[in-house]
Each structure stands twice: as structure tokens, then as C-alpha cells.
């Protein structure tokens, strides 16, 4: 018997098609979604994947060259009211200022205030992240830490850090001492508060698969807690650098004028005393400067390499 009869009826069988497949209702359309077929690739019409950027727009990329735009418009609004004025002793021009900051740094009066404003600011700062990593490891282990700190935190982060200037007096006397006392009151609560948040945030997921692999107490704070709430952490260092800053030339106003000497809030009164307004204005803007400095480089660098590079930020 010939086989293409046979083949002949296998092709014409049409191909089983499944109960479940066939009784499934078509997809319906939705019309919040537009399909639309392209040109075949390598068509004369298809569309363009990559496009190079412009010049211009290379440069807006560049998040230094905005805020270096930002700062030369706002220079250039306080040199426009500063001629508008034209009063040195009420409000000298960003001219007159720059003048007075490079003879201030020419004979060596703003480096050495400022190195002097510095130094106790990083005892006062050190010495407040120790105080508050203890307060947020004890409140981390136990439910009596949590309230000692949410109490702690309750009572002494809202009362100003200046207002202890008096009671710093008389406890340390004149010197860093009662500088470094206030600093650590102005920082504490602030990298406390947000690092026992951060903590709190933290996924359980995370915390169970850390125990899992058999971590517990500091080594479980250390490899997990910290690094998924760092940015909570970061925040806190970066709230207290600016709370200790403003602190610390506020106080060096008031033990500058008791002592007779200090960093740049002394040198600030000083020359207010002496109607030396560009000067004053100097020692302004060297504190302005700093803190541009400090958050620009330090902060964003410690950003760049943690917080971005683990992808928890974009």
C-alpha cells in the first residue's frame, strides 16, 4: 500500500487545539495603552534610539556648575544692592567684602579664627555622634533604652543650646570647655533622633535574614542596621554639623566678649565694635564658605560612595 495517501490525511488534519485554549476569551483592548508598530529596523524612518545631548545641555548636567550659577546671580544681587545703598556701614558691596575676606586671609586673621573655630567644633562634634551612637545602641537594645531616649530626646532637643551658655559659665568656666559643653547638647539629639528613626525603619526581612546567618548584637547592628538605615544616619551628621556650626559662632559671640578671645564669632563682634562692616561681612562670608565646603565635598562624597553606590538613592 502507497504511504502518500496515507501522508496526504495526516496534513489535512488540522492540529488539535486545547479545550482550555480555545474556550479562553481574547485579551480585551485597553485604551489607556497606544500600540503602535515602527518601521522596520534599518528602514529609512526609524525612529532615533540615542541622540548626543548639546553642549548646553552637558552643562546643566553638571550639578557644580548650576549651584556655581546660583552663587555668581546671588553675588551679583548683592553687589546691585550694595551700589543701590552706597553705605559701608549698613550694607558694604559683595566688592568691598571679597576685598576685605583676601586681606583678611593675606595676613593670616581669618585662617587662624577660623582654624581656632574648627578645632573646637570637631572635639564638640566628636564628642556629641559618641554620646548619641551610645544613646541609639542602648535604645536599639532594649525597650527601656527606646523610652530613656524618646524621653531624653522629648525634654532637651527643643531647648536651645544658647540658652546654656549661662549654666555653661559656671559649670566649665571661660574656654573650650563650655564650648565644646554646648556643642555636644546642639548635636546629640539631632543625629540621635534620626539614627534611632533610620533603625527603625529598617525592614524586618532584613533583620531575620541577618540572625539567620547567625549575627546578633553589635556585629548585627554593623552589618545590617547600619547600612540600611544610613541615610537616616547621614541626615542626622549632616543636621548636627549645621546645628554645632551656627552654635558655635553664637557662643564665641558671648565668651569672645567675656574672654577676649575666640574663633570667628569673635572676630565677627570685634570688628562690629570697631564699625568695620566689610570685615564683618568677611567673617560672614568665611562661615558661609565653610559650610559650602563642608557639604559639598565632605557629605557629598560620604553620599557618593555609600548611599548612591548601594543604589538606595539616585
Do not use: C
Amino acid at each position: 500500500m502507497s504511504s502518500a495517501p496515507v501522508l496526504d490525511q495526516v496534513r489535512a488534519v488540522p492540529p488539535a487545539v486545547s479545550p482550555v485554549l480555545s474556550s479562553r476569551p481574547a485579551p480585551a483592548a485597553r485604551p489607556e495603552i497606544e500600540h503602535v508598530l515602527g518601521p522596520a529596523r534599518g528602514g529609512a524612518g526609524a525612529p532615533v534610539v540615542e541622540k548626543p545631548l548639546s553642549v548646553a545641555e552637558r552643562l546643566f548636567n553638571q550639578g557644580w556648575l548650576r549651584k556655581l550659577v546660583i552663587l555668581a546671580v546671588l553675588a551679583g544681587i548683592w553687589e546691585a544692592y550694595g551700589r543701590y545703598l552706597d553705605n559701608d556701614l549698613l550694607f558694604p558691596t559683595f566688592s568691598a567684602t571679597v576685598e576685605a575676606f583676601v586681606r583678611g586671609i593675606m595676613d593670616g586673621t581669618l585662617p587662624a579664627r577660623a582654624w581656632s573655630s574648627l578645632k573646637v567644633l570637631l572635639m564638640g562634634y566628636a564628642a556629641g555622634v559618641g554620646l548619641a551612637s551610645l544613646l541609639t545602641g542602648i535604645a536599639i537594645a532594649s525597650r527601656v533604652g527606646t523610652d530613656v531616649l524618646e524621653t531624653l530626646t522629648a525634654m532637651f532637643n527643643p531647648l536651645p543650646a544658647i540658652a546654656l551658655l549661662p549654666l555653661a559659665l559656671i559649670w566649665f568656666g571661660l574656654g573650650n570647655g563650655s564650648l565644646v559643653f554646648v556643642l555636644v547638647h546642639s548635636v546629640t539629639w539631632a543625629i540621635a533622633l534620626n539614627t534611632h528613626s533610620g533603625f527603625l525603619s529598617v525592614s524586618r526581612t532584613l533583620t531575620m535574614v541577618g540572625r539567620n546567618y547567625g549575627l546578633s548584637g553589635p556585629r548585627l547592628i554593623g552589618k545590617i542596621l547600619i547600612p540600611a538605615a544610613f541615610p537616616a544616619i547621614l541626615t542626622g551628621l549632616k543636621v548636627g554639623w549645621a546645628f554645632a556650626w551656627r552654635t558655635l559662632i553664637a557662643a564665641e559671640l558671648v565668651f569672645g566678649v567675656s574672654s577676649g578671645s575666640g574663633g570667628l564669632g569673635w572676630f565677627i563682634f570685634e570688628n562690629k565694635n570697631m564699625l568695620d562692616i566689610p570685615n564683618v561681612f568677611a567673617g560672614l562670608l568665611t562661615v558661609i564658605l565653610i559650610g559650602l565646603v563642608v557639604e559639598n565635598l565632605i557629605f557629598q562624597t560620604i553620599e557618593r560612595r555609600t548611599i548612591q553606590r548601594w543604589g538606595m538613592q539616585a
